[in-house]
C-alpha cells in the first residue's frame, strides 16, 4: 500500500484539492472577466461624437494648437463635441447644452478662394442627446425629431420666426475648402444667433480679411478658436428661454509657419493675433488685438479662471535658427 494511504483515497484528495484551487481562480477572475466584458461593451461608444476630452485624433486632436484646447474655461456642464462628418473627425466645439449655443468652436484653417455655399443641409449633433451611431452629425428630418434632441440642443424651429437674427457660423464655410470640411461647418452646434447686420457685415468683412492673410501669409497650419459672450438674452419660443443671445464674438488665430518677409503691417500681426466685436445693430466694428489682450477681456467677461489661454505656450513661434545658433542672435 502506498504511503499515505489507498490509491483511490490520493486521488480523492487530489480531486478535492483541485475543485478548491479551480473555485478559488473563478473567484478572483470574476471581476477580471466582468471589467473586460464591460470595456468591449462600450468600446464602440469611443467613436461617439461627445467626448470626455480632445487628446486622440479620431476625437478632433489634429483640429487644435499642439492638440491642446484652450484652457481655463470652468463650466463642468459644458460639452466637448467631436464634429464628424463622413465618418471623419473635422472640428472642436465646446457646447453649451443649457443655452443652446456654442462657447468656441476650434478648427484648422484651410486655404480657398472664399466663395460661400448655402446649400447644404443644416444638422444637429445626436451625440448630445443619446450614445448612438457612428458619432456623425445629421441632417434635421423633415417630420418629427423627439423632444430629447430639442432639450440638449438648439433646433431649426428656434431661428424660423427670429426677425433680427442670423445663424452665424463661428466655423464659417468659406475658411474650408473641401465639400466635406464645408458642409460641416452647416450644424446648430456651429451656429450662434448674430445680428444680421453685424453677420453680414463688420463680421464677414473680418472673416474674409483673415481668409486672404492666412491665404497670403501662412506657411503651415492655421489654427483658429472663435467663440463668444454671453450676458442671459435668449431668444424664446413657446414662452420658454430657448437659445442664448451672444454680447461679444472673439476669434483667434496662430499660424508659426509664416512669412517672415511679409510687411510690417502684416507680419506684426503673426504668429498669432484675435478679434473681439459687439454683436449688435450699431457700434459693431471689429477691433484686432493681440490674443493675451483677448484673454484679460475674456477673464472678465466668460467664466473662465486666470488660467485661460487660448493657444497652448501663447504660440510661441520656434526660432527659425538651429539650437546651437540661438545664443548669437
Known amino acids: ?39 468591449c461593451c462600450f468600446l464602440p461608444y469611443t467613436s461617439a461624437t461627445v467626448v470626455q476630452d480632445f487628446n486622440h485624433v479620431e476625437r478632433c486632436k489634429d483640429s487644435l494648437y499642439m492638440g491642446t484646447p484652450p484652457r481655463g474655461i470652468m463650466d463642468i456642464k ?4 467631436c464634429q464628424r462628418y463622413a465618418d471623419k473627425p473635422r472640428y472642436v466645439t465646446l457646447y453649451d447644452p443649457h443655452k443652446r449655443i456654442p462657447v468656441y468652436s476650434a478648427y484648422t484653417f484651410k486655404k480657398t478662394e472664399g466663395d460661400r455655399r448655402v446649400d447644404y443641409p443644416w444638422m ?26 430639442e432639450d440638449s440642443q438648439a433646433v431649426l424651429d428656434d431661428y424660423s420666426d427670429v426677425v433680427l437674427y442670423e445663424r452665424g457660423h463661428l466655423n464659417p464655410d468659406q475658411h474650408q475648402s473641401t465639400p466635406h470640411d464645408r458642409a460641416a461647418t452647416y450644424t446648430l452646434t456651429n451656429v450662434v444667433p448674430e445680428i444680421r447686420e453685424f453677420n453680414i457685415g463688420p463680421w464677414r468683412e473680418y472673416e474674409e480679411r483673415i481668409r486672404v492673410r492666412l491665404n497670403n501669409y501662412c506657411r503651415g497650419t492655421a ?19 430657448r437659445v442664448a443671445i451672444p454680447e461679444d464674438v472673439w476669434s483667434a488665430y496662430c499660424c508659426t509657419d509664416y512669412d517672415r518677409n511679409a510687411p510690417h503691417d502684416v507680419r506684426i500681426r ?28 475674456l477673464k472678465s467677461n466668460m467664466d473662465v479662471d486666470q488660467n485661460l489661454q487660448i493657444f497652448y505656450d501663447n504660440c510661441i513661434s520656434p526660432s527659425p535658427l538651429p539650437l546651437y545658433l540661438q545664443h548669437t542672435i
Open 124 to 149: 444637429y449633433e445626436p451625440q448630445l442627446a443619446e450614445i448612438d451611431g457612428n458619432g456623425n452629425m445629421l441632417p434635421f428630418p423633415t417630420g418629427y425629431l423627439h423632444m430629447k434632441f
Open 223 to 241: 489654427f483658429i478658436v472663435t467663440g463668444v459672450t454671453t450676458r442671459g438674452n435668449m431668444i424664446r419660443r413657446n414662452n420658454q428661454d
Open 78 to 81: 459644458l460639452r466637448k463635441i
Open 1 to 39: 500500500m502506498p504511503p499515505g494511504g489507498s490509491v483511490e483515497a490520493q486521488k480523492s484528495v487530489g480531486a478535492s484539492r483541485r475543485l478548491r484551487r479551480d473555485v478559488l481562480t473563478m473567484k478572483m477572475l470574476t471581476p477580471l472577466v466582468f471589467a473586460v466584458l464591460a470595456i
Open 270 to 297: 503673426f504668429p498669432s493675433h484675435a478679434a473681439l466685436a459687439k454683436n449688435a445693430r450699431e457700434s459693431n466694428s471689429v477691433h484686432e488685438m493681440t490674443v493675451q489682450e483677448l484673454e484679460i477681456f
